[in-house]
């Protein structure tokens, strides 16, 4: 798979939208589905971030050849040790590795930057797709925890996964997709 991540960039905002606008996109997360005007919203912050050398997130968008940008990924510092996940795929292309292609590229470079011991993720109980993602990528079920987000059915619970710098089978040749310059 040739998949490639670059910097989120306002030009972005239209393909974004296509999948922050579906309920299925964002059943549970606590956003969405989003007005327009709330994935501008969205995309702008996101690609701002990219100019702020503190800024403790940032978004990259995954983009396969001759389909453009496929999905999103982001990387959260939670400790200058500790490193979050977070990854989404338009609707249209579920179920063809795109989610774990993004995590594991997220992964390698979370693991390349200095300090990082530990890279995490969570997700809702309910979802199973992206359970499995982190499972095939490595990362080790640590447990449930509990009413963690509001979302629109209710508080939502979160599985906690992670893997550690020692359990990591390093890929460095992965690096070279992912691009860190904003456009």
Known sequence: MSLTLRPIARADVHRIHEWASQESASRYQTWGPN???????????????????????????????????????GLTSISPHCQEISYIVHTDLWGR?????????????????????RVQATCDPRNTASAAVLTRIGMSYEGTLRHTMLIRDGWRDSRMYSVLTHEWPSDPSRLHRISTEPT
């Open 35 to 73: 007005t327009f005007a709330q994935t501008e919203a969205f995309v702008d912050a996101a690609a701002a971030a990219w100019f702020a050398p503190d800024a403790p997130a940032r978004t990259w968008c995954a983009v396969l050849p001759g389909q453009g940008v496929v999905g999103n990924g």
């Open 97 to 117: 590795g795109l989610a774990t292609e993004i995590a594991l590229l997220l992964v390698e470079f979370a693991f390349h930057q200095p300090g990082t011991e």
